[in-house]
């Protein structure tokens, strides 16, 4: 029985990256490593065995638990509550229930995910190498889909994947994934793996293909992950040499017309002014100010899980905001009949699971940073730092490979402590 659990989660892992290509559409695309969590703890409930591990890696993380329960009550509660205007009509895979209560399911495989991940990884790091692997392969074929279509190649397209895949100017850049930002956070943390078990060319590589996302979030977390991890070594010796040449390359890129248009306007124009350079930071914007105020209206419980965008349209008054609205943004602004999303999960958690659930989230993560800190493992402290920077132009936090990787810190600590 052990030799199978083991056998399984080596599969679970190499299947993390394939969340869009190889999956199953039942309504919803079933991924691989979604299956074989399931039946990883299926074979744990027939075996009714809860080791004392388990026990203390649940007790070691009040946070995470205390938040899986308010969700739950927050989805019981929102489930039968009236309000007092009329919700968003947008397309649902199921219902408005039925879509909230599999985001809830989906919570729970996480936080599962989380614990298997701790109690595997504790008891040897190089079981992380069918990640590694699974990532490679995936990075492989992101490069294949990048170059063939940026020259207007063919291609071929796995199952499961969309008809047409996320691209930015034809060129394909969401890999095995849905979206480009799941990706790119996908290849820092495969990275951060690679280089923690000892493979250093790989891990290069896997940040290097961090540009077929074309993602500007993973651009700037793969930046941070690598100033951190090398911090000690930026302003000693041969290093030194370089600075003059980045100053220079710095100060010509910023006379460029990309710079102007796709970073200076972003940063600098305001969002009450809308121009094409700062659409997407004035869409951002109001977005997680829906969210934001959604949260603050419903302090406690927040408005349920996944449960944001039947909330758009009542939080959405973008004219206060917007002082120049086109036709074409009045249009978009409102997304008819679509689910808008906050792009940003401390938003999403804040206006979903309310106060209580946020600091809740937030504890967890925190505590997960101060862990990775004490470990003294400059690696996966920077895929940690990673991630929360990401966290902030991110699509969602219900990613099995973010659950994997958060384990690792903890994984690290229990070895420590049984050595």
């Given at each position: 029985m052990k030799v199978k659990f083991t056998t399984f989660f080596c599969l679970f892992l190499f299947f993390l990256p394939f969340?869009?290509?190889?999956?199953?559409?039942?309504?919803?695309?079933?991924?691989?490593?979604?299956?074989?969590?399931?039946?990883?703890?299926?074979?744990?409930?027939?075996?009714?065995?809860?080791?004392?591990?388990?026990?203390?890696?649940?007790?070691?993380?009040?946070?995470?638990?205390?938040?899986?329960?308010?969700?739950?009550?927050?989805?019981?509660?929102?489930?039968?509550?009236?309000?007092?205007?009329?919700?968003?009509?947008?397309?649902?895979?199921?219902?408005?229930?039925?879509?909230?209560?599999?985001?809830?399911?989906?919570?729970i495989l996480n936080i599962i995910a989380f614990f298997i991940s701790l109690f595997f990884i504790s008891r040897s790091k190089s079981i992380l190498k069918y990640w590694v692997i699974g990532a490679v392969i995936a990075a492989c074929y992101s490069w294949y889909l990048f170059i063939f279509s940026a020259l207007g190649f063919p291609y071929i397209k796995l199952f499961g994947m969309e008809s047409s895949p996320q691209n930015l100017f034809g060129i394909i850049r969401c890999g095995t994934f849905r979206e480009g930002n799941f990706f790119g956070l996908f290849l820092i943390l495969s990275s951060a793996v690679a280089f923690f078990n000892g493979k250093a060319k790989t891990g290069w590589f896997l940040l290097f293909t961090i540009i077929t996302t074309m993602s500007t979030i993973s651009i700037v977390c793969g930046g941070f992950f690598l100033i951190y991890i090398y911090r000690k070594k930026l302003f000693t010796g041969k290093v030194l040499i370089i600075y003059p040449l980045i100053f220079i390359i710095i100060l010509f890129s910023t006379r460029t017309e990309f710079f102007q248009y796709y970073v200076k306007a972003k940063i600098f124009q305001p969002v009450s002014h809308l121009t094409n350079g700062n659409f997407s930071k004035v869409d951002r914007y109001l977005t997680g100010r829906?969210?934001?105020?959604?949260?603050?209206?419903?302090?406690?419980?927040?408005?349920?899980?996944?449960?944001?965008?039947?909330?758009?349209?009542?939080?959405?008054?973008?004219?206060?905001?917007?002082?120049?609205?086109?036709?074409?943004?009045?249009?978009?602004?409102?997304?008819?009949?679509?689910?808008?999303?906050?792009?940003?999960?401390?938003?999403?958690?804040?206006?979903?699971?309310?106060?209580?659930?946020?600091?809740?989230?937030?504890?967890?993560?925190?505590?997960?940073?101060?862990?990775?800190?004490?470990?003294?493992?400059?690696?996966?402290?920077?895929?940690i730092i990673a991630i929360l920077i990401s966290f902030n132009a991110f699509p969602s936090f219900i990613m099995l490979f973010i659950w994997v990787f958060l384990a690792i810190p903890y994984a690290i600590n229990y070895q420590k402590r049984i050595i």
């Open positions: 969340t869009q290509a190889l999956t199953i559409n039942i309504g919803f695309p079933l991924k691989g490593s979604e299956l074989l969590l399931m039946i990883m703890i299926l074979l744990y409930m027939l075996v009714g065995y809860v080791s004392k591990e388990y026990l203390y890696f649940v007790l070691n993380s009040k946070a995470l638990v205390f938040f899986l329960i308010w969700a739950l009550f927050s989805f019981v509660i929102n489930s039968f509550w009236q309000y007092e205007y009329p919700l968003k009509k947008i397309p649902f895979r199921i219902s408005a229930f039925g879509d909230s209560f599999l985001r809830l399911c989906y919570i829906i969210a934001f105020k959604q949260g603050i209206d419903n302090p406690l419980i927040g408005v349920g899980p996944y449960n944001y965008a039947l909330h758009y349209d009542y939080y959405n008054d973008y004219k206060k905001v917007v002082k120049n609205p086109s036709e074409w943004f009045d249009d978009f602004i409102i997304r008819k009949n679509k689910r808008g999303i906050t792009n940003n999960v401390y938003l999403e958690v804040w206006s979903e699971y309310g106060i209580v659930g946020f600091f809740l989230f937030i504890v967890f993560l925190g505590k997960t940073l101060i862990l990775a800190f004490k470990n003294k493992n400059d690696i996966i402290t920077g895929g």
